[in-house]
């Protein structure tokens, strides 16, 4: 554990570029504007000085140290550092001792544990009885979900903020800002295209840490000039992230193109031309959490009822990726893609879908069947809301003929089963239930007119 002064501003040059340019203040804090920026929760609760023990999850190198100890210098508070890795339950209850004596005279004392997930359940524990009396602001950051790896006793006294991986316009600005800042770059003269940069931005996926970090190893290789300048080559920014620039704007035509190239090959049943487009997207930069909500929507909409664990693999490969991120992902949505691939397909249940928006949307007043109305009133029983409802588990079969849908639209059919896969059983179990339920309304309408007679 370190207590630290956060009032001694001189730079330590040899330090890695990440750490000397560390912002100071909010205002040169760089991403979580849904937290930080004006007006938002966590920047309020600052503003006000009405801080209280918080947990930042989010992914590595988004500044979840560097917004503690802004906050512990915006608060006036004594803070420390703490390792989850080399502190014990007697470092842990010696600091707690320090911070009540200090809360005794009127001092706040911050606590920030970083990767807070690694303290197990009686290191967790020792926490809670200072949390509780105020001895300390608990501020815990993590890369694991909160739910699963804190206690919910400790956990249920924190205020959770997600903070998020950093844009490529935040990488951006945090890259230029080390180019001029004198505790960065600032004091050399440093020759860089903007595409080099944009591609360290693109390569570092959100994590300023690993940004600053290539920059500065990219420079420290630079080609020196006779005028003492650095020039940054293209083969030397290859040489420090270790692969070509494939560089590509994820908001232009190409990112368009290649999502689509990707999903044309799933629908096609080709799995080698998914797996490439797949790499020519990751290679080149692009949200490996973006394929994998492409993936996602691919499940249901090309292969749906003919194998619905397609959607439970895409789903998982989504849950894979934010776990791991890249280039540890890859090889998730690589098994993804290959089953989506070379599952059955359907759209049965797109095009069902359109069909029922078109009439949706023709008809947004049409007056749900009083029988399938929630008749929870005296009023609305009286309304004749929920007359005539059949509920199925009272049958044998747990079918009825109750109509469901508007009178206007009788007969109406959206879901058309395919015979693929899967869905060859749900299209032969479907012709099953609405020929049993044309039976069931024949005989009741025969009832009926016995009963007149």
């Known amino acids: 554990m370190e207590q630290l002064s956060l ?6 040059l040899n330090a890695p570029l990440a750490s000397r340019l560390r912002p100071q203040t909010i205002d040169d804090y760089i991403g979580q504007e849904h937290l930080v920026g004006k007006g938002k929760v966590l920047r309020r609760m600052l503003d006000k000085d009405m801080i209280s023990s918080m947990i930042f999850w989010g992914p590595p190198g988004v500044g979840k140290t560097t917004l503690a100890r802004i906050i512990a210098h915006m608060t006036r508070a004594s803070f420390i550092d703490f390792s989850a ?43 809670l009885p200072y949390v509780e009396k105020g001895s300390i602001i608990l501020i815990g950051a993590t890369t694991e979900n909160p739910s699963f790896e804190i206690n919910s006793a400790l956990l249920s006294r924190c205020k959770v903020f997600v903070l998020q991986a950093l844009t490529e316009l935040d990488m951006m600005k945090l890259l230029q800002n080390a180019l001029t800042d004198k505790r960065g770059l600032g004091n050399q003269t440093i020759n860089i295209e903007e595409r080099l940069l944009k591609a360290i931005a693109v390569f570092s ?7 600053l970090n290539t920059l500065d190893m990219a420079v420290l290789n630079g080609q020196i000039e006779t005028d003492g300048s650095i020039t940054v080559l293209e083969e030397v920014l290859e040489q420090c992230i270790g692969r070509k620039i494939l560089l590509y704007d994820r908001d232009g035509e190409e990112h368009y193109n290649l999502i689509s190239a990707l999903h044309k090959s799933m629908r096609n049943s080709d799995p080698d031309a998914a797996i490439y487009w797949l790499a020519r997207m990751l290679e080149a930069g692009e949200d490996p959490l973006y394929v994998a909500r492409r993936l996602i929507r691919f499940a249901s909409e090309d292969v ?29 949505l690589t098994h993804a893609v290959v089953y989506l691939s070379m599952a059955p397909k359907s759209n049965a249940l797109y095009t069902g879908y359109v069909r029922a928006k078109e009439d949706a949307g023709k008809m947004l007043t049409e007056p749900v069947p009083l029988q399938i109305r929630n008749g929870v009133t005296s009023l609305m029983q009286e309304l ?14 747990k079918l009825t003929d109750m109509k469901c849908l508007p009178d206007s639209l009788e007969g109406r059919e959206y879901y058309m089963p395919t015979v693929q896969g899967e869905e060859a059983a749900v299209k032969k179990k479907l012709e099953q239930v609405k020929e049993y339920k044309k039976k069931l309304h024949s005989q009741s309408v025969l009832e009926r007119h016995i009963g007149s007679l």
């Open 205 to 211: 996926n959100g994590d300023a840490r690993t940004a």
């Open 7 to 12: 009032f001694d501003r001189e730079v330590n």
């Open 85 to 127: 890795v080399t502190s014990g339950i007697k470092e842990i209850k010696d600091v707690m001792k320090h911070a009540e004596n200090d809360r005794m005279m009127g001092l706040k004392t911050i606590v920030f544990v970083d990767e807070i997930h690694r303290f197990n359940k009686a290191q967790q524990d020792a926490f």
């Open 304 to 332: 749906g009822m003919a194998d619905s664990r397609a959607l439970q693999v895409a789903v998982a490969a989504y849950q894979a990726c934010h776990f791991n991120g890249m280039p540890e992902c890859n090889v998730n």
């Open 384 to 397: 004749h809301y929920g007359e005539g409802y059949q509920y199925a588990h009272d049958t044998e079969d």
